[in-house]
């Protein structure tokens, strides 16, 4: 039974959630990363009107690269080595979402000191080892990108035609085993989560501490996944973000052309708490120093 089942008041809806509008990744030094982004079809399409931020787009699936020094959302972290900092989530009234979260115990995040002047104060709270949820209500045709990046609208209209990758599928958020049950529960009260049918299939198959999430609307998943610490090495992080291809031969190619670490097989997290493969069928494209892996699957 689920934290929904056994909770029915909190309203599975109730935050409107619309799927994921972006990820941020944080690291000092940009260009690798940078260039991994390029490898994989994306294009640089825009940069922040007042810090060391950049936007890459590919389909309906946005990348942010926040070098910022003043970057606070995984405190204590080494960002020289890349990791995923934020993830935006799309929502109907992102005021209205968070006040919700709030109310459901979120943890507040005081973000006003690093706005601005001009830009959005888009409010946020904290999740796994101090990574941040944005609640974004401005997406589309009238997005957060207008107001606070420089666009290239000619990159812009390059990004929307290519066609290596099309959305975000999943995200897999890597926790000790001892906690998965915990943090999947957060999910569900603070967002108004549900537990998929890959739940009862994993733990069918004797996959421990997998909890799979998903929202009404289908658009986005959370991938809860316990792991073993036994050398006590384990970082609870952000671990990988699945993204769909229509295409997953030109994916082979390019994983194959380039110079990251790349594998495949059976999805699990290793002891640093990045995803060191992907279910079967799936492509995992990953750099040697970094805390993530970036998966590819079938689809549209």
């Known amino acids: 039974m689920s934290y929904q089942d056994n909770n029915p008041t909190l309203g599975h809806s109730a935050l409107g959630l619309d799927g994921v509008e972006f990820v941020e990744f944080a690291v000092q030094m940009p260009e690798e990363l940078d260039r991994f982004f390029r490898q994989l ?23 942010i690269i926040n070098a910022d020094p003043r970057n606070g959302g ?9 990791v995923i900092n934020a993830v935006g989530l799309r929502v109907h009234d992102a005021a ?11 943890w507040e995040v005081d973000l006003p000191a690093q706005t ?20 974004i209500d401005r997406y589309g045709k009238r997005s957060i ?13 390059a990004a929307a035609e290519s066609s290596l990758f099309q959305r975000i599928r999943h995200i897999t958020v890597a926790v000790n085993s001892t ?17 998929s049918e890959a739940s009862l299939a994993d733990s069918l198959e004797s996959v421990p501490n997998s909890y799979w999430l998903r929202c009404r609307a289908g658009k986005t998943v959370i ?40 594998q495949q097989g059976t999805e699990q997290v290793d ?30």
């Not at 399409?45 to 590919?58: F, N």
């Not at 995984?74 to 890349?82: F, N, T």
């Not at 906690?179 to 108004?192: I, N, P, T, V």
């Not at 291809?245 to 082979?252: F, G, H, I, Q, Y």
Request: charged share 20%; proline share 2%.
């Open 271 to 300: 002891g640093t708490g990045a995803a060191s493969a992907s279910a079967e069928g799936t492509i995992s494209l990953g750099l040697a120093r970094a805390s993530f892996t970036i998966g590819a699957v079938q689809g549209s």
């Open 41 to 63: 079809g994306f294009r640089k399409t825009g940069v922040h009107r007042s810090k060391p931020v950049a936007l890459y787009q590919q389909g309906d699936i946005n990348f």
């Open 145 to 157: 990108y207008d107001v606070d990046f420089v666009l290239d609208e000619q990159a812009q209209n």
């Open 96 to 106: 209205s979402a968070y006040k919700t979260a709030l109310s459901r115990g979120a």
């Open 223 to 262: 991938h809860v996944q316990g792991v073993e610490d036994r050398a006590a090495r384990l970082h609870e992080c952000l671990a990988s973000v699945v993204l769909t291809s229509n295409d997953l031969s030109a994916v082979r190619r390019v994983r194959d052309a380039s110079g990251g670490l790349w």
């Open 179 to 195: 906690r998965a049950l915990e943090w999947s529960e957060f999910f569900q009260r603070l967002f108004g989560f549900q537990l």
């Open 74 to 82: 995984q405190a204590g972290l080494d960002l020289s080595v890349p």
């Open 116 to 135: 601005g002047v001009m830009e959005l104060n888009i409010p946020a709270v904290q999740s796994v080892a101090g990574s941040l949820i944005y609640f």
